[in-house]
């Protein structure tokens, strides 16, 4: 099992990004797919998270309205949208497949892991 995230970069607050989770050898399809970033210092937390359909989605409320996760199961790839970035996004973004098919925001709960993709938002 691979998840590859890429897309990451230096943006100005403002400005708008896409992340890419390339996933290989799992059932995609049947995989619930989340986002986690974790800045320095501090803990990696659930960003946002897309069922196995794409048909529902969750965001942690500092996001909520900036931020679009998306899917296309024909390519084995889940999105992150990020609009209006600000600085306090500034860390290394994960992706992870949970292991059950609904939402979870503890990283405990996943159990394959992209290497990361730091993003930086400057003011």
């Known amino acids: 099992v691979q998840l590859q995230a890429s897309g990451g970069g230096l943006v100005q607050a403002g400005d708008s990004l896409r992340l890419t989770c390339a996933a290989s050898?799992?059932?995609?399809?049947?995989?619930?797919i989340a986002w986690f970033r974790q800045a320095p210092g501090k803990e990696r937390e659930f960003v946002a998270g897309i069922s196995r359909s794409g048909g529902s989605t969750y965001y942690t409320d500092s996001v909520k309205g900036r931020f679009t996760i998306s899917r296309d199961n024909a390519k084995n790839t889940v999105y992150l949208q990020m609009n209006s970035p600000k600085p306090e996004d500034t860390a290394v973004y994960y992706c992870?497949?949970?292991?059950?098919?609904?939402?979870?925001?503890?990283?405990?709960?996943?159990?394959?892991w992209g290497q990361g993709t730091q993003v930086t938002v400057s003011s």
């Open positions: 992870a497949r949970g292991r059950q098919y609904g939402n979870s925001w503890s990283a405990s709960d996943y159990d394959y």
């Open positions: 050898g799992l059932t995609f399809t049947n995989s619930y």
